[in-house]
């Protein structure tokens, strides 16, 4: 089991104990994922590296129940999230994926959603200040058929952050979009982060990206944790 020490005075907002995923197949039992274990405090990221097929994806699905473990637990806030209604677990550990999945509709509506599924109706002025978050100022009622990648991206961004989620799962945000918009996202989400304090775990296969963004790196490969540790122990040896 791999740790990294944490500091006593910051409480461990997301644990992972021995995380694993298997499913039964004509070919026997297949491991997706095993014994996958981390503490991540309050604001702190965490960059899950390694090759495809790693189980990289397998690992943020498991975080928010998007799909269930078959080994191990996940705490939130110190609570076994399996005790939590699974769509309020997913309203406080929110996910942007790859690329930008939105409703048909506007901007507004694709920010509104979340909420809206909890009973809250956000005001023309939240949604705007939302907007401005992610630098798309002025879009609330741009149909989202007409958005770049990058503006999509931003816009999928903001849906999330609508929640006021503590943990944000980002998987690969920016490799689907041009260097231009990969650049700009990339320094939104790590000024996101860093402006909200929030818990990251952050999907990238771009090792110069980790070293940019990540308080702490994770390599998996094959569904095994291979290694732990601080940028420098790991990408700067």
């Known amino acids: ?13 997301l644990e992972s104990v021995q995380l694993s995923r298997a499913l039964d197949g004509p070919n026997g039992r297949k491991s997706l994922l095993s014994d996958i274990s981390f503490r991540l405090e309050r604001g702190q990221v965490l960059v899950v ?5 790693a189980g990289k994806s397998t690992l943020l699905r498991l975080l928010n129940r998007l799909d ?38 506007t901007a507004a509506m694709n920010i509104g959603y979340g ?15 939302l907007l401005e978050q992610v630098g798309m100022q002025g879009y609330a009622d741009r149909n989202v058929a007409t958005l770049s990648g990058g503006e999509a ?15 944000l799962l980002l998987d690969e945000p920016t490799s689907a979009l041009d260097d231009a918009s990969k650049q700009g996202v ?19 296969h771009d090792v110069a990206q980790a070293a940019r963004v990540a308080d702490l790196v994770l390599r998996v490969e094959a569904g095994a944790a291979v290694a732990l540790g601080t940028p420098q122990e790991l990408l700067h040896a």
């Open 1 to 13: 089991m791999l740790y990294c020490k944490s500091s006593i005075m910051n409480p461990i907002v």
């Open 153 to 167: 991206q931003r816009i999928s961004i903001a849906r999330a952050l609508a929640n006021g989620p503590e943990v």
């Open 68 to 105: 269930e473990p078959t080994g191990g637990q996940v705490l939130l806030d110190g609570r076994n999230y399996l005790e939590i209604d699974p769509r309020e677990l997913r309203r406080r550990v929110g996910m942007v994926m790859q690329r930008a999945y939105l409703f048909p509709g």
């Open 115 to 129: 909420p809206a599924q909890h009973g809250m109706a956000l005001t023309d002025a939240q949604i705007g200040e």
């Open 49 to 53: 590296l390694g090759p495809s097929g």
């Open 186 to 204: 990339e320094r939104l989400l790590a000024t996101i982060v860093r402006e909200r304090h929030a818990t990251c775990v952050w999907v990238t």
